[in-house]
């Protein structure tokens, strides 16, 4: 199985903050990663597919990046209703495998 | 409006069995795989199982926690896709997701791109 590691698990930042989190692949899955984002009592909704392409409807503050095993994905401003979990999800193979989750709070 | 509406979840006693349903709306369902995801009380997500769309066999892949208990099927002309769970476990209690993905879209990637609200399972005695 394919292990999915985030970094960090949490973090704490302000509205306006640029924010990054990372997501390293036990091996290569190319650009098979996936973002999504959840809030408190609802559904994961998809935001970066293919490593670094934005889902239709999602703000321009959100971008991805990387190839291989290594992977970012960044909030360059930070909004309030962007404070959440942010999970990233290799679909190269099965069992498809998620990050453990980065919850980003504010400070 | 692409909808995903997840059914059938509650309180269960370990060994016995449930059955989820979701129920499709908006999209057909036979043009697109489906995903279970479960994500047990404050933990993060994990993968369940996915059935293929008729065209790509129709055939399914678990999780080895779930390999051999749960089940999934579909009823396209129903736009309904099922999990079965037999054999349940405490440490099955979990939200149930149900999500879509498309073979020939998003570069090829099949992402979740739509997923339900979710249903409550909890095994307990």
């Known amino acids: 199985d394919i292990q999915m590691t985030q970094s960090p698990s949490s973090l704490s930042a302000s509205v306006g903050d640029r924010v990054t989190i990372t997501c390293r692949a036990s091996q290569n899955i190319n650009n098979y990663l996936n973002w999504y984002q959840q809030k408190p009592g609802k559904a994961p909704k998809l935001l970066i597919y293919a490593a670094s392409s934005l889902q239709s409807g999602v703000p321009s503050r959100f971008s991805g990046s990387g190839s291989g095993t290594d992977f970012t994905l960044t909030i360059s401003s930070l909004q309030p209703e962007d404070f959440a979990t942010y999970y990233c999800q290799q679909s190269y193979s099965n069992p498809r495998t998620f990050g453990q989750g980065t919850k980003v709070e504010i400070k | 409006e692409v909808q995903l509406v997840e059914s059938g979840g509650g309180l269960v006693q370990p060994g016995r069995s449930l059955r989820l349903s979701c129920t499709a709306s908006g999209f057909t369902l036979g043009d697109y795989a489906v995903s279970w995801v479960r994500q047990a009380p404050g933990k993060g997500l994990e993968w369940v199982g996915f059935i293929r769309s008729k065209p790509y066999g129709g055939t399914t892949e678990y999780a080895a926690s779930v390999k051999g208990r749960f089940t999934i099927s579909r009823d396209d002309s129903k736009s309904i896709a099922y999990l079965q769970m037999n054999s349940l476990k405490t440490e099955d209690t979990a939200v149930y997701y149900c999500?879509?993905?498309?073979?020939?879209?998003?570069?090829?990637?099949?992402?979740?791109?739509?997923w339900g609200q979710g249903t409550l399972v909890t095994v307990s005695s």
């Open positions: 999500t879509r993905t498309c073979a020939n879209c998003y570069s090829g990637v099949r992402p979740f791109d739509y």
